[in-house]
Structures are given as structure tokens and as C-alpha cells.
């Protein structure tokens, strides 16, 4: 148990529908990043919060979008879902020190289907 | 950019057996290298990690690997597989502070 919530656990939209998944940080963790898991795939970085501010992102388009809030749990938006936005959506957090021991926490995902 | 590249999509290993999970990664700096290993229905949990140091690491239910600079891999094994460690294993690498990059992640069989 990591101590990092992920809700809803599933999900289910049509195209062109928009969707929020949530994410509740680990205590003490100041940053969270996001991973979006396709069928087979290995997880692909989305973007990361710290205090915040988005300070890395993936090749993701403008319609994947977050938020942080000031206690530090986090907020995926997409916009105009496509067929392809289908997968299991990771949050992972960590205590954002950049340190060589930081060691980063992952939720067990929202799976997000689009019909 | 700093990259993982996991051979074989699925291995399948007998019940006691050596368990053998290839990795190679591709990286301009020193890298910093993980497995995971994901249960169905479940998130990601970290094995072991490569930063600096001992290049043999041991992690956590049995598993080592081990950092070869030489020939870029970072190969997991486990000496006797248990049905337990049937799952999806991912290699990834990742500078300090920003995203890890995974493989495509391989999938462990235990037969009995």
C-alpha cells in the first residue's frame, strides 16, 4: 500500500467527451506526475506538478491537461476524448527533492475506456 | 535522450527455475536505471534501482540485477521463479527529478 489514490478506479466516456481523473499524494510528497498506460504498452510520462506548477512534460497534445492543488493532490483533464485515449492512467508521487533516493509512489491507475 | 529497450514481450520459466528479464538502455550520461514489476488490477512497484555505486542490486522478493556499462544492460534475475512472480515487469530509466522512461515491459509465465 503506497499511500496514493487514484479515482475513479474505472471509467467509461464516448468520443469527444471531456474527463477529470484524480489523484491523492502520498503524505509529506510536494510533487506528482501522471503516466498513461496503453494495452502492451509500457507507461508513457504525461506531465509532472511541483507546488503547483507543471515543470516537465511528455509529447502529449494541449488537450491533456492538470491541475495541483495546495495540498498536493492533482487533477488529470482530457479534452475531446479520442479512441485512443483508451488506457490505464498512472499517478505517481515523490517527495520532489531531485535527490538520487527519491523514490516516486504509484497509485493503481484509472482504467478509461472511450466508445 | 536516455532510453530502455526490454527484450522479449513474454518469457514463460518452470516453477523453481532461473528467471532471466533482459533489459538494455541507451544513455549519453551515467544512468539512473529501475524495475518494476505490476500486478494485474494494480499499479507499479519498484524491485530495485541502479544509481551509483555496487553494480549488482538487490532488490526486494529475491530479485538482483545487475548494471554492466560495458555491454548497456541492466538484466533482472531471480534464481528460483515461485508462481507468485508471475507479471508484467518494466525496465525504465530516469535522470534525477524528471520522468521515468519505461520499456515496453515483459510479461513472466511460472509454470509448474
Known amino acids: 500500500e503506497t499511500g496514493v489514490t487514484q479515482s475513479p478506479t474505472h471509467l467509461i466516456k464516448t468520443r469527444g467527451q471531456q474527463v477529470t481523473l484524480r489523484c491523492s499524494s502520498q503524505s509529506g510528497h510536494n510533487t506528482v506526475s501522471w503516466y498513461q498506460q496503453a494495452l502492451g504498452q509500457g507507461p508513457q510520462f504525461i506531465f509532472q506538478?511541483?507546488?503547483?506548477?507543471?515543470?516537465g512534460r511528455g509529447n502529449f497534445p494541449p488537450r491533456f491537461s492538470g491541475l495541483q492543488f495546495p495540498n498536493y493532490s492533482s487533477e488529470l483533464n482530457v479534452n475531446a476524448l479520442e479512441l485512443d485515449d483508451s488506457a490505464l492512467y498512472l499517478c505517481?508521487?515523490?517527495?520532489?527533492?531531485?535527490?538520487?533516493?527519491?523514490?516516486?509512489?504509484f497509485g493503481s491507475g484509472t482504467q478509461l475506456s472511450v466508445l | 535522450a536516455q532510453s530502455v529497450t526490454q527484450l522479449g514481450s513474454h518469457v514463460s520459466v518452470s516453477e523453481g527455475a532461473l528467471v532471466l528479464l533482459r533489459c538494455n538502455y541507451s544513455?549519453?550520461?551515467?544512468?539512473?536505471l529501475f524495475w518494476y514489476v505490476q500486478y494485474p488490477n494494480q499499479g507499479l512497484q519498484l524491485l530495485l534501482k541502479?544509481?551509483?555505486?555496487?553494480?549488482l542490486v538487490k532488490g526486494i522478493n529475491g530479485f538482483e540485477a545487475e548494471f554492466k556499462k560495458s555491454e548497456t544492460s541492466f538484466h533482472l534475475t531471480k534464481p528460483s521463479a515461485h508462481m507468485s512472480d508471475a507479471a508484467e515487469y518494466f525496465c525504465a530509466v530516469r535522470p534525477p527529478g524528471y520522468a521515468l522512461n519505461f520499456g515496453k515491459g515483459t510479461s513472466l509465465l511460472v509454470t509448474p
Open positions: 506538478y511541483y507546488r503547483e506548477e507543471e515543470n
Open positions: 544513455s549519453s550520461v551515467p544512468p539512473y
Open positions: 505517481a508521487s515523490s517527495s520532489g527533492d531531485r535527490g538520487i533516493d527519491e523514490k516516486l509512489f
Open positions: 541502479y544509481t551509483t555505486g555496487a553494480t
